[in-house]
């Protein structure tokens, strides 16, 4: 039996590693261990609950304005000392955060082989976003199982020279936790009028915090007071360097509705809701076009480019004119608004966590 330690630490991470953790758990051929940093304390937790997981090793590190620099020395030494405990066959990370960062180099200075969930996603920008992109490049070259939820995907880390053999193409677990979730009756705690199209908005990236970010909150205004019948719906990151200029800028706009960030089924069920999504996340990316949403990417570049390609989501920057423009595209035009919400998801079929498993048992047999 191989023992697996999972190591996650934010929302995001959560969700995508939450089928994952079950799949392993209930497969005779693994134990399962997970450990969480806590890198985001409340938003984690919400996760955790929903999908039933009770971690074996909570490191709780999330510090009020805690640094980059203190938050990986943190995370690094307490999960250092996790590994030393269980002597994992194998450790799994998802993503590109700092704790996925500091797990799979916590591992690699034991010797541990490192599977990386969600390997291969490049901008080519190091800043850009950051500093995740640095983040998934230094995993990767650390890494000995790369889970790559694209071909995409696949095709970056081939042509960094990874193994072909020690890549394997999975879909993304994301759409495996998105489909569990909206297939579960759960009524949505916000009372939404069914005659305004929702539009859901996320913007938290550290790249954006200053003028850019300023920038994105005037288009959302200019949004808000040009259609009548749309209502933005935000959940705002509870970052100061957001909550701020949100506030300000958009805090007395009507059908601007700024709320606290949502337990995740609760967000599942506003996206399958909402018409449209405006975003500079990476995962919603993949998660609004599963369900037939358009979305507009509010960053310079993406991680995710099979999206665009797929016609499935839009680059369109930070500049307010840019985002008001194609946000009123999609409101006005039917045919270009159909043309995003019925192309073809390229992210997966739901069964990533049952591939990932396949790969770990054939791998450490």
């Known amino acids: 039996m191989a023992r697996i330690l999972m190591i996650f630490g934010t929302r995001p991470e959560a969700i995508k590693m939450a089928p994952v953790v079950h799949q392993l758990a209930a497969d005779d051929r693994f134990e399962a261990v997970t450990c969480v940093t806590a890198q985001h304390r409340e938003m984690l937790d919400q996760v955790l609950d929903w999908f039933d997981i009770a971690p074996d090793y909570d490191l709780d590190l999330m510090r009020p304005n805690q640094t980059l620099a203190g938050v990986t020395a943190r995370a690094l030494t307490g999960i250092s ?8 066959d194998t450790v799994l990370v998802q993503g590109d955060t700092a704790t996925a960062m500091t797990g799979a180099m916590a591992a690699f200075y034991q010797r541990v082989p490192v599977g990386h969930v969600e390997a291969g996603l490049r901008t080519g920008d190091i800043y850009n976003p950051f500093p995740e992109e640095v983040n998934r490049r230094l995993i990767s070259v650390m890494g000995t199982f790369h889970f790559a939820p694209t071909a995409t995907a696949r095709h970056a880390l081939l042509n960094e020279g ?5 890549i394997h193409v999975t879909g993304n677990t994301v759409i495996d936790a998105l489909h569990w979730t909206v297939a579960k009756d759960h009524p949505l705690s916000l009372e939404l009028p069914e005659d ?8 938290h990236r550290r790249e ?6 300023e920038s994105i909150c005037l288009a959302l205004k200019q949004i808000a007071e040009r259609f009548e019948d749309v209502r933005l719906v935000y959940p705002v990151h509870l970052n100061p360097n957001v909550q701020e200029p949100v506030h300000r800028i958009l805090g007395d706009v009507n059908r601007v509705d700024l709320i606290q960030p949502l337990p995740y089924p609760d967000f599942a069920h506003l996206m399958n809701r909402a018409a449209l999504v405006i975003t500079d996340s990476g995962g919603l990316q993949e998660e609004a076009p599963a369900l037939g949403k358009p979305v507009l990417v509010m960053r310079r570049t993406t991680e995710r480019p099979e999206a665009v390609e797929a016609g499935v989501a839009r680059l369109v920057g930070t500049d307010a004119q840019q985002i008001v423009g194609a946000a009123a595209e999609l409101l ?13 998801s390229p992210f997966g079929d ?16």
Do not use: C, K, W
Not at 81 to 88: F, L, R, T, W
Not at 196 to 203: D, P
Not at 355 to 365: D, K
């Open 81 to 88: 000392q996790v590994i030393e405990e269980v002597q994992p």
């Open 162 to 166: 990874h193994a072909a053999g020690n």
């Open 196 to 203: 305004q199209r929702i539009i859901l908005v996320t913007a």
């Open 208 to 213: 954006s915090f200053g003028q850019d970010f």
């Open 332 to 344: 006005t035009n039917s045919a270009a608004y159909n043309a995003m919400a019925t192309a073809v």
């Open 350 to 365: 739901g069964r990533a966590a049952e591939r990932i498993a396949g790969v770990l048992a054939a791998g450490l047999s």
